[in-house]
C-alpha cells in the first residue's frame, strides 16, 4: 500500500436493529482484536470513537493494560500492534487525529453489510488499486451495532461493496468484518508476493 491507511471503529454513530440513531458500547475484544489485524496489515493507526467520557476511559484502559500493564508483560508482541490505538470523541476528531499525523485530511472509506440507496458501491479490487496508487491519507470506518448511519456513509469517498456469505445470514461481527476487509485490500496470496 502507497497510501497512509488508517481505521476508525466507530460506536457513534451508528444504528440500532429498528434503524435508531445510537451510541454502541466498546468491548475489549473488538479493540484488541481490530489493533491487532490492523498492525498485521501495515494500517499506521486505529481509532476507537465513542462521544461517551466513560467509554473513551475504557478504551484507555484496556490500551493501557495491553501497552504498559500485565497484557505487555504476558504478551509483549501485543504491546506493539495495540500501540497504534487511540480513543476519540467523534470521526472528525479521528480525522484531526490523522492529519496531525500526516500533514493531510483523510479521505473516507467505509463499509456496510446492507445494501445501500443510491451511491456506488467499490468492489474491493479497485479499492485495493486506488490505495496502491493514492500518496493521500485514508481513514476506514467501521459501524459497531447494526452499521454506520446513512449520514456517515454519505461522507465517504468510497464505499465498499458488502461482504456476503452463502446465504441470508449477513451479520459478521465487527472484528471479523474487519480482518476480512484488510485481507481483501493488502492481503498477500502466497509468500512470494
Not at 5 to 26: K, Q
Not at 119 to 135: C, I, Q, Y
Not at 136 to 144: E, H, Q, V
Request: hydrophobic share 45%; charged share 25%.
Amino acid at each position: 500500500m502507497t497510501a497512509p491507511v488508517y481505521c476508525a471503529l466507530v460506536h457513534y454513530p451508528v444504528r440500532d436493529r429498528e434503524g435508531n440513531t445510537v451510541s454502541s458500547a466498546v468491548t475489549n475484544i473488538d479493540v484488541h482484536d481490530i489493533a491487532r489485524s490492523s498492525h498485521t496489515f501495515g494500517l499506521r493507526g486505529m481509532a476507537i470513537v465513542s462521544p461517551i467520557d466513560a467509554q473513551r476511559a475504557l478504551v484507555v484502559r484496556i490500551l493501557e493494560h495491553w501497552r504498559l500493564g500485565a497484557g505487555k508483560r504476558r504478551m509483549p508482541h501485543r504491546s506493539e500492534a495495540l500501540a497504534i490505538a487511540c480513543a476519540a470523541e467523534s470521526i472528525d476528531e479521528a480525522m484531526r487525529w490523522v492529519e496531525q499525523r500526516e500533514g493531510a485530511v483523510p479521505q473516507l472509506m467505509a463499509t456496510a453489510a446492507r445494501a445501500l440507496p443510491g451511491g456506488t458501491l467499490t468492489r474491493f479490487v479497485d479499492a485495493a488499486e486506488r490505495l496502491a496508487r493514492d500518496e493521500r491519507p485514508w481513514l476506514i470506518l467501521f459501524g459497531t451495532g447494526h452499521g454506520l448511519t446513512d449520514d456517515v456513509l454519505a461522507r465517504a469517498e468510497v464505499l465498499l461493496e458488502p461482504i456476503l456469505g452463502v446465504g441470508d445470514y449477513n451479520h459478521l461481527s465487527v472484528r471479523a468484518a474487519a480482518a476480512i476487509v484488510f485481507d481483501r485490500l493488502f492481503g498477500r496470496t502466497g509468500p512470494n508476493d
